[in-house]
């Protein structure tokens, strides 16, 4: 399971199956209606304000915005279950590119790590797991470059 706080749909986009993600904030890939919370992919809304100039709406007349968790706004329970059930069933939390500040999401990989799970954390500057004993391994660094280098060395 991929579980992100990212909204730039980079994990969707890179093939990350909709069942192996969790995308805690939401994603900028669909728009969202406030109404019926329908998600749709955002080109077709696009197209009518271009023909139209005016604002598109849902089928069911609501509001759309992007299908992401904007300021104030609740995470959503089913993620936050679907994020807790991963921690739950992990055998491995690797935590990459965060300060792990933000909770809920950094309670997750400790949820994992408190079963005796290996925890790894890769980040560039200090995170606020970096102290706990729950943390396997913390390895310095930028993720862009350490990460591919250590996939490539286990799965060879």
Not at 9 to 33: D, I, P, Q, R, S
Not at 106 to 118: K, T
Request: one cysteine or more.
């Amino acid at each position: 399971m991929v579980v992100t706080q990212n909204i730039d749909g980079l994990h969707a986009l890179a093939g990350t199956k909709a069942e192996h993600l969790v995308e805690l904030h939401g994603t900028n890939l669909l728009v969202e209606c406030v109404s019926c919370k329908e998600r749709t992919d955002p080109q077709a809304h696009f197209n009518f304000f271009r023909e139209h100039r005016k604002a598109p709406l849902c089928r069911c007349g609501g509001f759309l915005k992007p299908a992401t968790i904007s300021f104030g706004q609740s995470l959503e329970p089913e993620t936050l279950r679907r994020a807790e059930d991963a921690a739950m069933k992990a055998d491995l939390v690797v935590a990459l590119g965060s300060t792990l500040s933000v909770y809920p999401a950094a309670s997750f990989p400790l949820m994992a790590a408190q079963r005796g799970v290996p925890y790894v954390v890769i980040n560039r500057g200090a995170t606020d797991h970096d102290s706990d004993p729950a943390v396997s391994l913390r390895i310095e660094g930028d993720v862009g470059e350490m990460f591919p280098a250590a996939v490539e060395r286990a799965l060879a």
